[in-house]
């Protein structure tokens, strides 16, 4: 039980996370530079000793961008699993433990919902709903649960036969309490640890929106539109690129990072 | 149950997923919030022109007749009309499909091979020093934004480098292999790393089976082994994810046709999202969801063959 | 050929181990497995290993193949033939691996490759020793298949291994085995999975291969009526130690080590004559319904229909039935206040499913238990709950039948606590009391099953079905999963609480001799129907059916003991 059996990548991952949490959400405080500053003095600016990360063509300071915009993407991680892996897990244990209409109706919704590319999907629920972030995640919520609910309806009906399962049924306790208290802490660990690659992706696909100039709208600082922002200059200026895009490189890392560990983790112990 | 008839009864269960998807990019063009021909023909066209629009696409009758009126259509072929282009948008999806299929094509050529050597090399030499190389750039693989990739790749072999065009399609079959090198190359990047660690772990999970040490009590070499018995088994789950990500990587090429400027489907999804285009964007999703089915299906098609204990 | 007799003493053994020590490098550090074993295995004769779980007995046979994971260190001798196995090159083992020594092995399926056909697998390592091309090869391994009791072959040959039940498989697993004429078979658990009937045949078949062809044979097993059953001579292991080895009658009839010989003391067998001579009157002259304490339970008429497959075009399939399967099929018995009745059957005999009739977890498509006289079929509310609280059940699987996450002291408290059957002051006092009645230590109380061991997990399952205080407790396949010592253990336990809180038990198995041992009647199932039904000893003893006789002949027993305590 002791912090020394767990995985390396594990503390990696979170010294990753826990790293950026602090920089997007402490940083600013720091540096108190606006980041949508513009600076007509210093455009396109090389990294240098003002502007570690040069400036964008606007002078905007690219390292100041990069962290604010920090704060989206970590934002993004969080609000774009968070109700699918909510809504999800609880249709799964539904339709897993008690079967019948929920569980027909959740396969067919599942079947049809697999046959579209996730990222085609979303995209096409952001075009009719109008661009922002918060259609984004009402897009990535309506796709996503889908997954969640999958993997969590598997793993439920190999626990719902369990022998602590029947004794549960036996000993006459309620349906539900059965469900919430035996099955449902059973099955949560291959959730926690795909809800991590699935926060690698959410991180990409929003800040793919972005990009394509469908997600977070500019001026705000996001790593997506601050590299769709850089592209015209990159043959001169590959700096304003580079630095967002190794930014979100390393958040997904972090994630990926914990998510392997909890896997490597959770698989030992099983 | 004979092969033909699981294949048979496979199709059978497409029926309703082919009802689902044509609900869904159904009630695609109904979310819009709004008057979906308003929005599209803008706020100076004629209310006459309007009406007349509505009326083609039956957008003036109750949800449901309009859904079946939307079935018929399909049934014909009829996907709509696109109010930019003015034209089908079948045709425009003609168009444009080969250069994507052309893009999808090629990224699978490379993805395939590549996967397979490295997860073969990885597992092989499983906690030493090439083991540890491929693993941890699997991970870095997957976290790094394929349209940046794109981008970064254009400005060092494009432009630094000027070994690829960065941009286009090119005129001949060897054109578009030296055109889309770029654009397939960043697309599977991002592709091969979940599918080498998805088989690696496959392999590794097999390596130890029991029919493995059964094989060897019968004196089998390592190297038979490997190839005749893991290798086989290892390949069914990867399989199955391949087919899953082949779904990606469409959603994939969308973007990085954009980053490269390929006039392919994708490229013409995000156009005609910004130009208000609904219907071909609604048709758009529709194909898309066709083609993943298809691929699905031969991925079945293909478990099937090699796993005899398949049950579609 | 066909004579087996013992070249002991003046030549040199077939297989000699000495001084076998295997040691597994762990991040708990070193496990010594095998801690300095030596035996040897004659021409043609056949040498058992018995020993209980994590005795060693299947490393030291593995060791033999050299078959062991990477992080085992081996010392000592394996000499085959007069040269040294161990430490020998994996080219010159291979040379030795099917055509010198095979093995076969516990569970057949997971030792079939899944994709590739039996004649494949056959012919493989004809190909690979003897170069046989493809056709030689499929003659060759046809003859094996016949070889080895399957009725049709050639389908067999070309047929994948999960068309084949568990029986058939392990058959081909042999024939495989033999297919490079070994002179020496590791067999270990070979029959373990399997049904008693089915055990019996392969035991069958590994004795007239032994005798056909002058195949040594090596048996390992946990089971010590299987190797008296099939062995000439017997190595007793534990703790990766040899305590006893010797000719399997001089062990068995007088065991030195004390070991031994509390191992032959659990090992429930059918002691026919042992049995009869103590239960007094004849049985049959015993009148079978009077005079008896009232019913308890009974069951009458059920049948439970399962579908196999679910799915969009059931609708098809439920019209034609074909998917129905009658897991019990009209089947009635009473079972007395007080009394221990067992059910016996195979694997598919339905007796798991009767189990799951009476504790309303299924619902039967007809028929009915009653309860006290009451039928149970239609109870609700305050009703069922009673019913639940009278009547509790205990698994199979010690570490699956509980939560993972839960600790002893909570999987105990929680019936308490959901029932009202304690508050929570006095909570603890409770468990305390209910460990205690099922002889568990209370410092387990904040241990996780995975930190208890196998028997004590059982003890856990029992104490939670005890918190609510039942009549009736049914046991389903309780010590299979078990050692022979710690079925003693558990066996003892539930028939102490029986006379100490009155319960009345359904005891089921596939293990005929626990039965004997432990119940007052029992009923036989088959394929979800009911073969026979009476007192134990005259059922077993007497059996009236077929079927009951194959099973009482299948079941292997200590011939010898059983023999001398009849005299």
Known sequence: ?270 | MQRYQVILQRLLHLLPVLLGISIVSFLLVQLIPGDPVRLMLGARAPDEVVAAVRARYGLDQPILQQYLTYLENLFQGDLGQSIVYRKPVGELIMERLPRTLFLAIYVVCITIPSTIFLAITAARHQGRKIDHIITTSAVFGITIPVFWLGIMMARLFGVEFGWFPVSGYGNNFFGHLHHLFLPALSTAIWMVPVLVRNLRSAILEQMEADYVVAGRSKGLPEQYLFYYHILKNSIMPTLNLFGVMVAVLFGGTVIVEKVYAVPGLGDLMISSIFGRDYFVVQAITLFYAVVTITVTLAVDIISTIIDPRVKL | MGKSKNTQGTTTPLLSVENLEVAFDSINGNVHAVRGMSFSVGEGEIVGIVGESGSGKSVACRSILGLLPSNASIDGQVLFEGSNIIGQHEDELRKIRGKQISMIFQNPASHLDPLMTNGQQIGEALRYHFNQDSRKARAEGIELLKAVGITDPEQTFDAYPHQLSGGMKQRVLIACAIACRPKLLLADEPTTALDVTVQARILDLLRTLNQERNLSIVLVSHDLGVIAELCQRVVVVHNGLIVEQGKIEDVVSSPKDPYTRMLIDSQPTIKVRARRARSGPEPELVPEPAAQPSNLLSVENLCVNFHTSRGLFDFFRRRKNSGLVKAVDGISFKIRQGEIFGIVGESGSGKSTVALAITKLVSPSEGQVQFHGKSIMKLRGDELTNYRRSVQMVFQNPYNSLNPRFTVAQTVAEPLLKHGLAIKAECADRVDELMELVDLSIDLRHRYPHQLSGGQCQRVGIARALAMKPEFLIADEVTSALDVSIQAQILALLERLRDKINLTILYISHDLAVVQLFCQRVAVFRAGRLVEIGPVDEVLTRPKEKYTQTLVNSAPQLHFSASLSGH
């Open chain 1, 1 to 270: 039980m002791s912090l020394r059996n767990l995985p390396t990548t594990l503390f990696v991952g979170a010294g990753i996370f826990i790293l950026w949490l602090v920089t997007a959400f402490c940083g600013p405080l720091l540096m108190g530079t606006d980041p949508n500053a513009l600076n007509f003095e210093a455009l396109l600016q090389r990294p240098n000793i003002n502007h570690l990360f040069g400036t964008d063509h606007l002078g905007r300071d690219i390292l100041t961008r990069v962290v604010y915009a920090g704060r989206i993407d970590i934002w993004m991680g969080f609000a774009g699993v968070l109700p699918a892996l909510i809504i999800g897990t609880l249709f799964g244990l539904m339709a897993g433990y008690f079967g019948g209409v929920v569980e027909a109706v959740l396969m067919r919704v599942t079947d049809v919902t697999q046959a579209f590319p996730f990222f085609v999907l979303v995209l096409a629920i952001v075009a009719v709903l109008g661009p922002g972030l918060t259609n984004f995640f009402i897009a990535i919520a309506a796709v996503g649960w889908v997954s969640y609910a999958r993997l969590i309806r598997a793993e439920v009906l190999v626990v719902k036969n369990a022998e602590y399962v029947l004794a549960a049924k036996i000993l006459g306790y309620h349906p539900l309490f059965i469900a919430f208290r035996h099955v449902l802490p059973n099955v949560l660990a291959p959730i926690i640890v795909y809800a991590m690659t699935d926060a690698v992706l959410v991180i990409l696909f929003g800040a793919g929106l972005g990009f394509l100039g469908l997600g977070v709208q500019p001026p705000t600082a996001e790593w997506g539109v601050m590299i769709a922002n850089g592209q015209p200059y990159v043959t001169g200026a590959w700096w304003i690129c580079l630095f967002p895009g190794l930014a979100t490189v390393t958040l997904g890392l972090g994630f990926s990072l914990i998510g392997d560990g909890l896997a490597k983790h959770l698989r030992i112990k099983n």
